[in-house]
T-cell receptor, first 113, second 113 residues
Framework: DSGVTQTPKHLITATGQRVTLRCSPR?????VYWYQQSLDQGLQFLIQ???????AKGNILERFSAQQFPDLHSELNLSSLELGDSALYFC????????????FGPGTRLLVL | GESVGLHLPTLSVQEGDNSIINCAYS??????FIWYKQESGKGPQFIID?????DKRQGQRVTVLLNKTVKHLSLQIAATQPGDSAVYFC????????????FGKGTLLTVNP
């Protein structure tokens, strides 16, 4: 158990809908990272937050957004969902920001029908 | 551009043998590397990391070797056990002000009893 928690574990929804994925980092960690894992693209970095502020952006679609709250939990919002958004979404956390180990949560499996 | 790739997509070994999983990276500026293990239905689990000022690092039953000259990384697992069966990813840290991880596509390790 990495200490990173994610909810829900599974999510099934329809195209055009909006969902929110939640992540709680390890106790004391200030950085949260979001990754998408699909069969054809592998693990892709989406976005990083550090102590409530956006720190880095990867290949995140404009339909997707995230935020980190004062208690350091983070939410990833996916809107106008398309079939191709079906994937595993992982959250990772690290103590600060920098070249340090990122610990991953168990992921949320999203299925868009 | 940045990329991290794996030479072998699958590796099958006998229980008790040593396993070697290889990874090539293309960004010569990368200076932090991590190996993750991902079991079916779970998030990536940290195994070992190495910084570019080292060429070898050992953990429990695992050794990571870094060859900066040819931009190659390997993970050696000693006395491989059935519980080691998983997908193994190498990840590269891009450095600078962006601490995202760039993942390779993964190698599936199967340990035969």
């Amino acid at each position: 158990d990495s200490g990173v928690t994610q909810t829900p574990k599974h999510l099934i929804t329809a195209t055009g809908q909006r969902v929110t994925l939640r992540c709680s980092p390890r106790s004391g960690d200030l950085s949260v990272y979001w990754y998408q894992q699909s069969l054809d693209q592998g693990l892709q970095f989406l976005i990083q937050y550090y102590n409530g502020e956006e720190r880095a952006k990867g290949n995140i679609l404009e339909r997707f957004s995230a935020q980190q709250f004062p208690d350091l939990h983070s939410e990833l919002n996916l809107s106008s969902l398309e079939l191709g958004d079906s994937a595993l979404y992982f959250c990772a956390s690290s103590a600060r920001t920098g070249q340090e180990t990122q610990y991953f949560g168990p992921g949320t499996r999203l299925l868009v029908l | 551009g940045e990329s991290v790739g794996l030479h072998l997509p699958t590796l099958s070994v006998q229980e008790g043998d040593n396993s070697i999983i290889n990874c090539a990276y293309s960004n010569s500026a990368s200076d932090y590397f991590i190996w993750y293990k991902q079991e079916s239905g779970k998030g990536p689990q940290f195994i070992i990391d190495i910084r570019s000022n080292m060429d070898k690092r050992q953990g429990q039953r695992v050794t990571v070797l870094l060859n900066k000259t040819v931009k190659h990384l390997s993970l050696q697992i000693a006395a491989t056990q059935p519980g080691d069966s998983a997908v193994y990813f190498c990840a590269e840290n891009s450095g600078g002000s962006n601490y995202k991880l760039t993942f390779g596509k993964g190698t599936l390790l199967t340990v035969n009893p």
